[in-house]
């Protein structure tokens, strides 16, 4: 079985409209958290910026959170800045959903894949594991990996999941010879 991996290249853009210049994306840039403390409750936000007018904007990650119900090392991680913690705050969909905004991976991921050998026997088993949850079309995703048309991919390919319906979880597949 040959293993690919969807991997991140750099965090998605945000499909974010801008209050001051309506451009629907959004960068969080590098990964900045403002941190306030009003007594014994915390607000945190994710600070985004918009890519066509520079204008920051903020998304809420915490309000009005009691400092106890946090780990101290998730504080510290907000402080520094954490890129861990950005990304996991930004790939999280009920943050996402709370904060009205969807994820453009348009150019932030990559498929390392090894190369079919054509001495190999037919059929080849490919084992398809995601990294991060990046939304990918199965038929297109393989049609890059092979370097086969979409058509030809829908010929040969048998898969236990919908090839046309994008997917962010692994699944397997079945490359059949060709005629």
Request: hydrophobic fraction near 40%; include cysteine; charge should be positive.
């Amino acid at each position: 079985m040959l293993p690919w991996v969807v991997r991140r290249t750099r965090l998605p853009l945000l499909s974010l409209r801008c209050a001051d210049c309506r451009s629907e994306s959004a960068t969080t840039g590098e990964g900045r958290f403002r941190v306030n403390a009003n007594g014994k409750l915390l607000d945190v936000w994710l600070l985004v910026r918009c890519v066509s007018c520079d204008r920051t904007s903020k998304l809420t990650v915490h309000e009005r959170a009691p400092v106890r119900s946090f780990d101290p090392a998730e504080i510290h991680g907000y402080r520094v800045n954490d890129p861990e913690l950005v990304a996991s705050r930004l790939l999280d969909p009920l943050f996402a959903r709370r904060n009205r905004f969807t994820l453009d991976w348009t150019g932030a991921w990559r498929l390392d894949a090894p190369p079919a050998r054509p001495d190999e026997a037919w059929p080849v088993q490919v084992e398809v594991v995601f990294e991060d949850p990046v939304p990918v079309r199965p038929d297109r995703l393989i049609a890059q990996g092979l370097g086969l048309s979409r058509n030809e991919v829908r010929r040969r390919i048998k898969c236990d999941i919908p090839l046309r319906r994008p997917t962010s979880a692994g699944f397997t597949f079945t490359v059949m010879a060709g005629d």
